[in-house]
């Protein structure tokens, strides 16, 4: 069965502080992997990865995917409260049939 | 503006009572998906749809029924026979084929069976 597990599930920082959020999966025929943010409403898309080791960058957002371990990792520096929001990790099949969802991790940043 | 829209934004029924949300989207995608988010949890695929006129069942499907008459267009009706309907429903689209295209989602309707 093709699994996504996102963790911490939940996590409260302090504005200004990084944070590492972790995405691994066990599927067949892997295709790509996307991280989408949802803050109460419709998932935004972040970043797609498709290639083991390419960093991907937006602002203070980052990320990166390693097939051989089968995990990404998405980092943001310098956190601002209007970073809090669930950020959802998804992967893609080779068949084009549907995203697979992790769990997501609801992110906190306090003043 | 093209985009994916969804309505209403907020449903109330009482349970028994089908129900249907609609989902339309102006940016030619020809394949639509439907998913289920409850609280606490990631987004269960119910439905998709890769082309007009055909869709398949996906994690989540009993309960629910869908058609895909026209292109723009991927109602999902939501039937007395699912047990918990009470969830974020969620619509996207994407372009299909063999390039690599992320899922665009429309703003979601809210369902509340009391």
């Known amino acids: 069965e093709d699994k996504v597990v996102q963790s911490p599930l939940s996590l409260v920082v302090h504005e200004g502080d990084t944070v590492t959020l972790n995405c691994s999966y066990e599927v067949t025929n892997f295709r790509s992997l996307l991280w989408y943010k949802q803050e109460k409403k419709a998932p935004t898309f972040l970043f797609m990865l498709t290639s083991s080791g390419i960093e991907k960058k937006s602002g203070r957002l980052s990320s990166i995917l390693d097939k051989k371990e089968l995990f990404s990792i998405l980092n943001i520096t310098a956190t601002q409260t209007g970073d809090s929001a669930v950020y959802l990790c998804?992967?893609?099949?080779?068949?084009?049939?549907?995203?697979?969802f992790g769990k997501g991790t609801s992110l906190l940043v306090t003043p | 503006d093209g985009g994916i829209t969804q309505s209403p934004k907020y449903l109330f029924r009482k349970e028994g009572q089908n129900v249907t949300l609609s989902c339309e989207q102006n940016?030619?995608?020809?394949?639509m998906y439907w998913y289920r988010q409850d609280p606490g949890q990631g987004l269960r695929l119910i439905y998709y749809s890769q082309i007009v006129n055909d869709f398949q069942k996906g994690d989540i499907a009993e309960g629910y029924s869908v058609s895909r008459e026209k292109k723009e267009s991927f109602p999902l009706t939501v039937t007395s026979a699912q047990k918990n309907p009470t969830a974020f429903y969620l619509c996207?689209?994407?372009?299909?084929?063999?390039?690599?295209?992320?899922?665009?989602f429309g703003p979601g309707t809210r369902l509340t069976v009391l």
């Open positions: 940016l030619n995608h020809d394949a």
């Open positions: 996207a689209s994407t372009p299909g084929g063999s390039s690599y295209n992320e899922q665009f």
């Open positions: 998804a992967v893609e099949l080779n068949s084009g049939y549907a995203l697979n």
